[in-house]
């Protein structure tokens, strides 16, 4: 865990801020130096566990570059991942999927995070429950049940 950041109710504290915090989340370069590098698809992948997961296109999302979305995978809490290109070592920010979506971690500039988290932000905020339902159980689904989960969602 980085410097200044401590877990509580397996949430990451910033000092002062909450990270469930409702309050508007603009990301500046004060966050970019609090928030922590976003792990590869590659690491978080190299465990032998079974995952659904999508690569999520723009024609998908309405967001330029790539979402990737997973059943429950990692050490961490569900999350989308933003790819300027989808690839398991493409750099990339995560959004947390909760009331209130936040980046929780970062490996692209500040400038494309600066850019592309809002449109990231929002859609999280619209596709919240059925990316949590995903997560928690896409794993259980058919291949007709994920296909179906991914047309239904809100694009922005």
Known sequence: MG?????????????????????????????????PPDTLVADELSDDIVVEMANLTTAQTGIAGAIFISTAMGAHGPRAQYFLQAGRTQPSFSVLMSNAPTVVANSLPVRIVRQMSPQVIEWVTRNKDALLDFWHHGDTWTQPEVNDFIQKLQRI
Request: hydrophobic fraction near 35%; avoid cysteine.
């Open 3 to 35: 410097p200044g950041l401590r877990r509580e109710s397996n949430f990451l504290l910033f000092p002062g801020r909450l990270m469930s915090d409702p309050r508007p989340s603009s990301f500046g370069s004060d966050d970019a130096a609090q928030v």
